[in-house]
């Protein structure tokens, strides 16, 4: 599963199918959903910290020189 969600300025939440590509825009059927559902956004904040950290090349590099 991949995760398409773009949060701004920890508030606005926007989130869906959409492909963030000329096509999805004029030829796709996507859907986007755009809140700032104070319920919604932290938990999608607190899920792209996850993903930072777990897909930070630094990090990877730090482990690898520990193996």
């Known amino acids: 599963m991949h995760h398409k969600f773009l949060i701004i300025d920890d508030r606005i939440l926007i989130t869906g199918s959409f492909n963030w590509t000329r096509q999805a825009i004029v030829g796709n059927n996507e859907n986007l959903i ?3 559902n104070p319920k919604l956004v932290p938990l999608y904040q607190s899920e792209f910290e996850k ?6 090349p630094k990090q990877k590099a730090v482990s690898l020189e520990h193996t």
């Not at 993903?51 to 930070?56: R, S």
Request: proline share 0%.
């Open 51 to 56: 993903l930072w950290i777990k897909f930070d």
């Open 34 to 36: 755009v809140t700032t």
